[in-house]
């Protein structure tokens, strides 16, 4: 048990990580999106290849990396509906069979956005935008990293959970 729990706490790190790379990839859209915005406005000149960097890139930092963060925090999947129906052990069991259900997806969208990673990578995704091409391979791989750091984290609670105190 205090292994999982040095785990738990060694993951901390990384989960914050991912975190602050979303919030700054939050913040760099917003400078990017004021810079295309100010130079259309003002220049006639729009920053190029904002909209694809911003769907392609900033987007997905966004949406996925705080995954495992929200997990942490128990704050992701649940079955709050159903929580007034029984007591502490009924919440329990079925906060585990929840888990397990999510371990199940997540390890299953981890996997596909893993092949799908080496698969762009390999052949070296781009989008096209008005001043060329942009590389978007690199954002491929977010996904993937995103879903391991959220699967391993609700694992590892998962296994803390079971093997601590149940409730009666």
């Known amino acids: 048990m205090r292994l999982i729990d040095r785990l738990l706490r060694w993951l901390e790190v990384p989960i914050n990580l991912l975190l602050w790379i979303g919030l700054l990839a939050g913040f760099a859209m917003m400078v990017h999106v004021g810079i295309d915005v100010t130079g259309r406005t003002f220049f006639n000149r729009p920053f190029m290849g904002t909209t694809e960097i911003v769907a ?31 007591g502490p052990r009924f919440n329990f069991w079925l906060g585990a069979l929840v888990k397990v259900c999510s371990l199940a997806f997540i390890a299953l969208f981890t996997w596909h956005a893993g092949v799908r990673a080496v ?50």
């Open 56 to 86: 392609n890139v900033y987007m997905v930092a966004i949406a996925f990396l705080p995954w495992a963060w929200i997990e942490q925090r128990n704050n992701h999947i649940v079955a709050g509906m159903f929580e007034r129906i029984g």
């Open 119 to 168: 698969q762009q990578t390999s052949a070296g995704e781009v989008v096209e935008a008005a001043g060329g091409f942009i590389w978007v391979w690199p954002s491929r791989w977010l996904l993937p990293i995103a879903g391991a750091s959220m699967g391993l984290h609700m694992a590892l609670r998962l296994v803390a959970d079971l093997a601590g105190p149940k409730p009666r």
